[in-house]
């Protein structure tokens, strides 16, 4: 009875909601009705100029406007295209109470019980096990947000949530490889996804959702497969294994080879922030073993500064004032 | 006959369609979804899951949703 009761509330709350997600899609048509008309007065004003200036042989003038045409053309066939997108629609009415309620009950048969969150106003769902390419992701929860759902034109109105996480080495936020900050990149469902949202399909929904988490497009995932074990490289993001990370011991922190080194003093291995080069014989050295010339205030390696803290030009350059000045002593003398 | 075929492949779409009668889900699914394989899809007639040779009857809803879609990560501009 009470379960009963949840799913009249929930079905109650949904119709409601698509009725709001109805008049915003109604009200995207009446903007891009409107674009649609200031490009249609546009072009005929400029048909008007063009004739003039044509028909007068201002033809720089008429050359002009022709070049301006051309531009609006191509935002012209992107309104068009995208005004074709929203007003073009199923024969399907809009779904009704009982429409709504055979969805809920249908979800709850395929994925198991509904979850609802009453003060976040939130349904969600749990997949099972997601296992790609022999990589499980764990269960992901799919939680849509009932308020959300009149502004799915500007944004997405569900989260993917990973239950028991197995996010990509290199990079936290990234729980499957098409999922990024709880956020599906929906790929090739993207038009069934809305279209099911629309007409008030959310067991389709949940399902085609399901479909793209079960699925691994190589082509174009956040993090790929192969790289998933691996670790990011602190300074150039890189996704590297174990084999190929080195640790700087000056910052704490993991590098991949092309941004690390090793002190040619002391070997330690050092990422390129924490390390410099000897401005004598341009080795890489690390910080602790750097020595700055007291004379030019340059880096150098223990091997190209004396005991005297001088690098080899600033010894010559005293060597030679000094000389100088026991010459001039001498002939004084 | 007509039934409503909800198809969720590629954009998806959701319309009422003519069917001769005795058409069984197993034909309508090789007239619709020519040179796909059925494992690759779930399959549903009025929400439920029903056996191949169920014949379609007026009014009924068929759902048909593929099981691998791909997803992808958004395209920076």
């Known amino acids: ?333 | 006959m007509r039934i409503l075929y909800v198809n969720n492949d590629g954009s998806g779409f959701a319309d009422y369609v003519s069917i001769t009668e005795g058409t069984t889900v197993e034909q309508f699914f090789t007239i619709k979804m020519e040179g796909r394989e059925p494992s690759d899809y779930l399959i549903r007639v009025n929400r439920q899951p029903v056996p191949k040779d169920y014949v379609l009857q007026d009014g009924d809803r068929v759902t048909i949703t593929p099981t691998k879609i791909e997803g992808a990560s958004p395209v920076l501009a």
Not at chain 1, 73 to 99: A, C, G, W, Y
Not at chain 1, 253 to 261: I, M, V
Not at chain 1, 319 to 325: I, L, P, R, T
């Open chain 1, 1 to 333: 009875m009470k379960k009963q009761k949840k799913l009249i509330m929930l079905s109650n709350l949904l119709l409601d909601s698509l009725k709001k997600l109805n008049r915003s899609r109604l009200k995207q048509i009446q903007t891009l009705m409107e674009d649609f008309n200031d490009k249609c007065l546009e072009a005929s004003k400029d048909k008007h100029l063009f004739d003039t200036a044509v028909e007068k042989s201002w033809l720089i003038g008429a050359e002009s406007i022709r070049s301006r045409i051309e531009r609006n053309l191509n935002d012209f066939s992107h309104h068009l295209q995208r005004f074709k997108e929203l007003i073009n629609t199923d024969e399907t009415v809009m779904p009704n109470f009982i429409d709504i309620h055979a969805e809920l009950v249908q979800t709850e048969q395929e994925f198991g019980e509904l979850q609802f969150d009453l003060k976040e106003k939130t349904i969600s769902v749990t997949t099972g096990d997601i296992v790609l390419n022999d990589i499980s992701f764990g269960p992901f929860g799919i939680k849509l947000s009932i308020c959300q759902l009149e502004k799915l034109y500007t944004d997405i109105p569900y989260r993917i949530i990973a239950l028991e996480p197995n996010p990509a080495g290199g990079n936290d936020s990234v729980t499957h490889p098409h999922v990024s900050d709880e956020r599906l990149c929906e790929g090739d469902g993207h038009v069934a996804i809305r279209n099911a949202i629309e007409q008030g399909r959310f067991c389709d929904f949940f399902t085609l959702i399901k479909s793209i988490l079960q699925t691994y497009n190589p082509d174009s995932p956040y993090v790929s497969l192969d790289d998933w074990q691996g670790r990011s490289c602190y300074d150039c993001g890189y996704t590297i294994s174990d084999d190929e990370s080195y640790y700087c011991e000056r910052c704490d922190r993991e590098y991949c080879g092309q941004c690390s080194t090793y002190c040619r003093v002391c070997d330690t291995t050092v990422c390129l922030g924490c390390s410099s080069e000897c401005y004598g014989c341009k080795e890489p050295i690390c910080k602790d073993c750097m020595h700055v010339c007291k004379e030019c205030e340059e880096a150098f390696c223990e091997n190209c500064i004396n005991e005297k803290g001088l690098c080899e030009n600033c010894e010559a350059e005293r060597n030679k004032n000094e000389d100088e000045c026991s010459e001039k002593t001498d002939a004084q003398v």
